[in-house]
């Protein structure tokens, strides 16, 4: 050891700030850097907490409900200067939206090839519903599916919603406003359908002239009841 530094060290306070100085600021960054530390963890905590819970609000808010298509029904009504027939389609697959128990939204794809008449039994039974699969009516061979999509729900009262959106029928997309009710897990929609915007031309006095009796007129109705 130098005489220098053996003279300092003969100084307690000297020896004090040679040996335990350094210490004690070695201890006090090691505690500063533990304390940063820990409120980084607090930090990283709090927010995967808030978080969690943020994401669990917004499942709940905001949830999807799959329709059981099997349980579900579509009936359609067509009408004719003579009368009118009946028959349904079945539903593919759909889903409604809600936001804290509201509606805002919804998808469906229906099965065209589904598509019977009810109110005829037998032959007529046949041949209607082989001439509305064709291509005079909805052509299910190259169209299999129809579309609807939602694109605006509005509230109109405590159950009930006013409802517009983009019907898809052999290729070609319109828009459609509508009303729907919701009660539980059930849901009722009722639709009017122009055909002759769809280019399903079939006895439409909108295509052709002098129909007489045989005019098939080009609006028809559907009635949706929904078990999700």
Do not use: C
Request: aromatic fraction near 10%.
């Amino acid at each position: 050891m130098t005489p220098s530094i053996t003279k300092k060290l003969d100084n307690p306070k000297n020896y004090y700030s040679h040996i335990y100085k350094p210490l004690i600021f070695k201890t006090i960054i090691k505690q500063i850097k533990f304390r940063n530390m820990k409120k980084n963890v607090l930090s990283l905590a709090l927010a995967i907490v808030f978080g969690a819970t943020a994401v669990a609000h917004t499942s709940i808010d905001k949830e999807k409900k799959e329709v059981k298509a099997n349980e579900s029904k579509v009936t359609w009504k067509a009408y004719k200067v003579t009368g009118s027939h009946t028959g349904t389609v079945n539903l593919k697959s759909g889903a409604l939206m809600f936001d804290e128990g509201k509606l805002t939204g919804g998808e469906f794809e229906v099965d065209m090839t589904s598509l019977i008449s009810t109110d005829l039994e037998g032959e007529y039974k046949g041949k209607l519903e082989g001439h509305l699969k064709s291509d005079d009516f909805f052509g299910v061979e190259n169209h299999p599916n129809s579309t609807l999509v939602f694109t605006n729900v509005k509230a109109s009262g405590k159950n009930s919603y006013e409802v517009q959106g983009d019907l898809t029928i052999k290729g070609i997309t319109k828009p459609v406003t509508f009303d729907v009710s919701i009660y539980g897990s059930k849901a009722t929609a009722t639709l009017k359908v122009d055909r002759a915007q769809y280019d399903v031309k079939y006895g439409s006095g909108s295509f052709f002239d002098d129909l007489g009796d045989k005019t098939i007129y080009d609006e028809f109705d559907l009635v949706v009841d929904l078990e999700f």
